[in-house]
């Protein structure tokens, strides 16, 4: 239940939807009970000849006294006129289902609001929980599994909570209604006959007893599949390069199976609540009409024909709320398992946030501190002891063998992570005493892979200033050279780039990265290997714009070719997480060491 409440709490403020709610439905059930009543002066108008009262007055109390008083009307009319009084019971039947539907409908309408508010707050809540998350979490998460708590769980958890709230006020209620009619006939028949409501709940309980269990089961296949479908088709390529699309068609066929037979198992505790409750009920309406029709035939009692025909139907509709309660009890399994997932990515906290006090960083004016850096991915030791330091208006190059941790290095840079010990320090301001969205804004990332939106190329180069006018974007392109290629596509700069930018070249991509880090127009450049997928006549066009990009600014770069850092003015050297050597070009070339041994190399390839 502390689970259920925690998910309904995303429906605030929920008395603006439920007092509505409350209201209409009071109304649809009143005149949906009164409607069953009418049965009593509608037989004695059509069959019976002599008046009878079907709800005693001296029996009733509080609303069903207008019940009473209704049929002490109505017995008076068909003593004297029985086609008027018919008259009567059908107009009033007729206003009765109008007014019963009519506030049936607002009930239902005023729900709906409050399923689509709750969903709305739900899944704002779990979004903005994500975007807020620091890189390294989806590192070590399936992004299949948070899309299935974003869209389907979310989806799950809405539904259940909502027709859950809607069942346990209307159906109760509609029950005790029920009830009271039941009562005020025939109160030993009632005791009796109520006896299955007990008897009904335990068998269902056992039912659906473990439906949570398979529901999680369920979710969690569901979240694979999706990150299987996500996986595949982001790798299509690959899997048809390597001629593997029957064997990723059967790996997705044998949790698609799994998926199925879960929801089979779960379909069929669940559907198998309903009959159980009906044949419970049929069983007593059966026991009902043969004693109650053996006292009527026999003249015993004093149970009369219209208040054994309004008794029936009214016990007939009993089992009605007593089945949406118990569908309702199969099916919040589901939900809350749902919601425990949800609430679980909810209550994820981010490992980066700013201090209470931190201060905002309003330019970069002298230099980048790196003091004796270390850092791990879990229990893996990636960086050791790295200092150095990164002076305004200078280019400084990290090189050194694959896995060396240069690009974890980098990602410390804009703080995406924390370092596990040592300090980061701008200005002489250690980062942690600053927000992370004022250092991220010094600097503007150029990456190896270049991600582009599944939108319009003015979009995505816009996308770190919004407001930008053409004429911006259009001088950021030229110094990115991408102005002339952009100018013969299609549409021009309201051209579609398509999923992930697969509609242009590696080298067209990276030109419109570079152009959207030219309008973000940052002090700080962050390079990471931003030519090294390209070929040689793309990787000459992409540097060049990378040479104007850095122009008069300070720049980190972890180069792929050597030949291009070459004029860095400082150049740190990276193995094994270490720095190993520090120095410009020739400095290096003369030590003998780690990067002339580099240079050497890749000039042996070329």
Not at 386 to 406: C, M, N, Q, R, Y
Request: charged share 20%; aromatic share 10%; proline share 2%.
């Amino acid at each position: 239940m502390k689970t259920y409440f925690r998910l309904l709490s995303f429906a605030k403020p929920i008395e603006k939807f439920a007092i509505p709610y409350i209201i209409a439905t009071l109304f649809a059930i009143i005149f949906n009970t009164f409607l069953f009543t009418l049965l009593g002066p509608l037989m004695q108008a059509l069959f019976l000849g002599k008046a009878v009262t079907n709800i005693k007055p001296d029996k009733v109390t509080g609303s069903l006294n207008f019940l009473g008083r209704f049929n002490d009307y109505m017995d008076a009319i068909i003593a004297h006129d029985k086609i008027h009084a018919l008259q009567i019971i059908c107009v009033v039947i007729i206003a009765t289902v109008f007014l019963s539907n009519l506030f049936r409908y607002f009930s239902q309408r005023f729900m709906e609001d409050l399923r689509v508010h709750t969903l709305l707050n739900l899944r704002k809540t779990v979004f903005n929980n994500v975007m807020n998350l620091h890189v390294g979490y989806f590192n070590n998460e399936r992004k299949g599994d948070i899309i299935s708590k974003v869209a389907s769980d979310v989806q799950v958890v809405q539904f259940t909570v909502t027709n859950t709230l809607q069942v346990v006020f209307k159906e109760p209620l509609q029950l005790m209604f029920f009830v009271g009619v039941l009562i005020s006939i025939s109160l030993k028949l009632t005791l009796f006959s109520l006896l299955v409501i007990p008897i009904s709940g335990f068998i269902i309980s056992k039912i659906v007893k473990r439906l949570k269990q398979q529901a999680t089961q369920s979710h969690e296949s569901f979240a694979k599949m999706i990150g299987f479908l996500d996986e595949s088709l982001s790798g299509i390529k690959i899997i048809k390069a390597f001629n593997s699309t029957e064997r990723m068609k059967q790996k997705f066929d044998d949790e698609n199976k799994f998926y199925s037979f879960l929801n089979r198992k779960m379909a069929r505790r669940q559907q198998l609540a309903s009959p159980v409750s009906q044949t419970l009920g049929v069983l007593v309406v059966v026991f009902i009409l043969l004693y109650g029709g053996t006292l009527i035939l026999s003249g015993k009692g004093d149970l009369e024909a219209a208040d054994f025909v309004v008794y029936l139907a009214t016990f007939s509709q009993v089992m009605q709320p007593i089945k949406a309660l118990t569908d309702s009890f199969s099916g919040i399994h589901s939900g809350i398992s749902a919601g425990e997932r949800v609430l679980d990515l909810i209550d994820t906290k981010p490992s980066l946030v700013n201090q209470s006090d931190a201060k905002v960083l309003d330019g970069f004016n002298n230099v980048i501190s790196i003091q004796d850096v270390s850092f791990n991915y879990g229990d893996k030791q990636i960086l050791k002891s790295i200092s150095f330091d990164i002076e305004k208006g200078k280019t400084l190059a990290l090189v050194g063998p694959s896995g060396g941790g240069k690009s974890t290095l980098m990602d410390l840079i804009p703080r995406f992570h924390d370092p596990k010990s040592g300090v980061i320090k701008i200005d002489g301001h250690d980062y942690r005493e600053l927000t992370v969205e004022s250092i991220r804004a010094q600097m503007g990332t150029v990456n190896q892979e270049s991600f582009l939106f599944n939108d319009t190329i003015f979009n995505n180069i816009a996308f770190a200033k919004p407001d930008a006018t053409m004429e911006e974007v259009v001088a950021a392109a030229k110094i990115a050279n991408a102005h002339d290629f952009i100018e013969n596509t299609e549409d021009g700069y309201q051209s579609f780039v398509g999923d992930r930018g697969n509609k242009l070249s590696g080298g067209q991509k990276q030109r419109v990265c570079i152009a959207r880090a030219v309008l973000a127009n940052p002090p700080i450049m962050l390079l990471d290997e931003a030519t090294s997928a390209l070929d040689t006549e793309s990787e000459k066009l992409v540097q060049d714009a990378l040479n104007n990009l850095m122009k008069n600014r300070t720049s980190i770069v972890i180069a792929h070719r050597l030949s291009t850092i070459q004029h860095a003015d400082k150049i740190v050297v990276i193995d094994k997480g270490s720095v190993v050597e520090t120095g410009s070009h020739s400095e290096l070339m003369t030590k003998n060491g780690l990067y002339k041994r580099l240079i050497d190399m890749q000039a042996f390839n070329d």
